[in-house]
């Protein structure tokens, strides 16, 4: 059971650790122009989601696991907008993310035998769009052949942050569990693989 919440606990630990180096990779860099902030906006929507598919609105374990990524990713996108000099682009968006996340919650704590009963539905948009998120980022890469503002050490703690993730949720044998986890890990490898290389 020790191993078991260790396990559990990766998502959180490795998720926000890994979204603060990309914000300080970020922060660093002059080029983004190997950035998408499309995987990050991908990665917001996959941690709402995920956050639903775990089922467990009162474990602490839940919000490191994706509320505080999601909101670290909120901060990168508004940074890449800054890099930009797009402070329209910022309001918009962090108005929007307010509504939503905000409609969110209250949606979850007012209904929670609702959510409860569509968690694995809802895990299947998880399944789906979290390897998305890091294959548009992958493709980024590809079509800008460098990783100018990509966080080679962050893509490596989210591949550890996504086996992690398999066991928070805790349904160990849903199709839907093993394509968020492990097809997107297999995704972060490729990204690292390409950083180190190229």
Known sequence: MRGKNILSSLPGICFTTSDIMALVKLYQSKNVSSFSPDTALVFILTNFAGFIFANK????????????PALIDTLIICLYYYKLDQWSSIYIFLLGI?????????????????????????????????PLGVFLQLIKIYKTNACHGVSIVSWRLQ??????????????????????????AFLNLLIILKCATG
């Open 98 to 130: 307010t509504i939503w996340t905000t409609m969110f919650f209250w949606y979850v704590f007012t209904f929670p035998n609702t959510v409860s009963k569509y968690s694995n539905s809802v895990g299947m948009i998880s399944g789906i769009i979290n």
């Open 57 to 68: 609105p009162n474990n602490i374990y839940t919000y490191l696991g994706f509320m505080l």
């Open 159 to 184: 591949l550890i942050g996504n086996i992690g993730l398999y066991f928070l949720t805790g349904k160990l044998t849903n199709i839907f569990n093993i394509t968020q986890s492990f097809l997107t």
